[in-house]
């Protein structure tokens, strides 16, 4: 059992936690979070409390932001900005089919000698950029990277609303990206439009996978659609599933009429299980 913050560098982006140590930053605080590039100023979005779960894994708030801190932090911003509208002018004046998502820009420290730019972009295929490279390190007088960014990366990085109004899940909590396939969405009896199941990035939204174990579950032991099952009410046939009620819809032989009955009461071992286990 520990304490745990929440914090993120840019708004509405992705929620990074940690032990606040000693601190007990408030939500709006800025603070000072460790990386590999050194301290980065960061906004408390979610204030320290205690939580149940083992904190020793986290790492430690490197404590709140100072003027300098803001001050550097706020060129930081600055020099990226200046960044990304030099790299997009320089990609039309080259031609070149990239499209900038996103710049990371680090200062000088005597590690690394000099300041880097880091500029990610999407292509719709491998782009040759060497005389971009060139051109942006003669304009912004510092070391200059570029990333090509797939699909899936561009949405994390750039962010966005998903279809069901929430920010996207690449973007706020998920860590990597697991494999989706169509067959998921079948098994869910999802409708196959591309429209209706494709994410912002494009590819089959990965939330898909979330649910999956669910019916993979409730399929290998209820009833199929069509088969003749013996419910509470009278003997009947299956019409249709509802796996989140985990129950099955089935028409009456009696009268017709349609009732839900819990998976339970129609499966066959459990019904053997009750039948030779009476309750009293």
Known sequence: ??????????????????????????????????????PEVAECVWAAQWVTEDTDGFPKLAGLAEDDDLRRDEMLRRRK??????????????????????????????????????????????????????DLGATLHCRVELRQLSARDSARVQGGIGS??????????????????????????????????????????CCLKYEHPLYQKFQETAPAVGSRVSTPQGEGKVVGHSVPRDAVTVRLDADGSRSMCSRASVCGPRQAHDQHYPQP
């Not at 993120?8 to 590999?36: A, C, K, M």
């Open 81 to 134: 900005a200046e960044a990304k509208v030099a790299a997009k002018r320089l990609i039309r004046e080259h031609g070149l089919p990239m499209k900038v998502v996103a710049v990371d820009h680090v200062l000088a420290t005597p590690e690394n000698g000099s300041d880097r730019t880091t500029i990610y972009f999407t292509a719709p295929h491998r782009v040759d950029f060497r005389s971009l490279v060139r």
């Open 164 to 205: 069901c109004g929430r920010d996207l899940c690449c973007a706020t909590f998920l860590t990597d990206f697991e494999p989706v396939t169509i067959r998921m969405a079948k098994d869910q009896d999802l409708p196959l439009n591309p429209l209706r199941i494709s994410g912002a990035c494009g590819r089959l939204m």
């Open 1 to 38: 059992m520990g304490m745990l913050c929440a914090v993120s560098f840019n708004r509405y982006g992705r929620l990074y936690y940690l032990d606040p140590g000693e601190l007990r930053p408030q939500v709006g605080d800025r603070v000072l979070v460790p990386t590999d590039e050194g």
